[in-house]
């Protein structure tokens, strides 16, 4: 499959923000506050919406702070080490086809071109088995494990990194 990326609308955002995972991913579930809608929109840490070939959307990736699960302060795109850091989303219906590898690559791919990374990072929840085996097989490795604190309770996420 081919994807196509482009910088991240506000049509799109909001399309985004409704989309409904089922259990146990609920957790992915966005509320669609202006907030985050505009987070989705702000080029300092940009998100692009990615289409297939027949320019239907599905999915996005977010480049740089806006794949932190902590509040990085101002937006930027690349950390310590000229590194990078990817939020890969899919549309729920997509998830669990055998199409991640392939997108996930698409997202690395389009970075390289784009951004020149010398690496790459991710944070996915630990209970998330389904995506850690997608990450690995597009050559990420296990690091460490962060606790994100909020009101809906502690979640641990696996930090994964490769080279660019």
Known sequence: MHFTFTPMTGAEARDIASWRYEEPYTPYNWE?????????????????AVCDEQGELVGFLAYGS???????????LYSANNSIT???GMRPDLTGKGLGVA???AGLDF????????????????????????????GFER??????????GDREFLEMHRKA
Request: no cysteine; hydrophobic share 35%; proline share 10%.
């Open 32 to 48: 669609p506050a202006d907030d985050d809608i505009m987070r989705m929109l702000d080029r300092r840490s940009p998100y692009y």
């Open 86 to 88: 990817i939020g890969p």
């Open 143 to 152: 690091g460490q494990i962060y606790v994100q604190h909020n009101p809906d």
């Open 111 to 138: 970075a390289r071109e784009h951004f020149a990374p010398d690496n790459f990072r991710l944070y996915v929840m630990t209970f998330n088995e389904r995506a850690i085996k997608v990450y690995e097989r597009a």
């Open 66 to 76: 806006s794949g932190y699960v902590w509040d990085p302060g101002e937006p930027h």
């Open 103 to 105: 997108f996930v690559q």
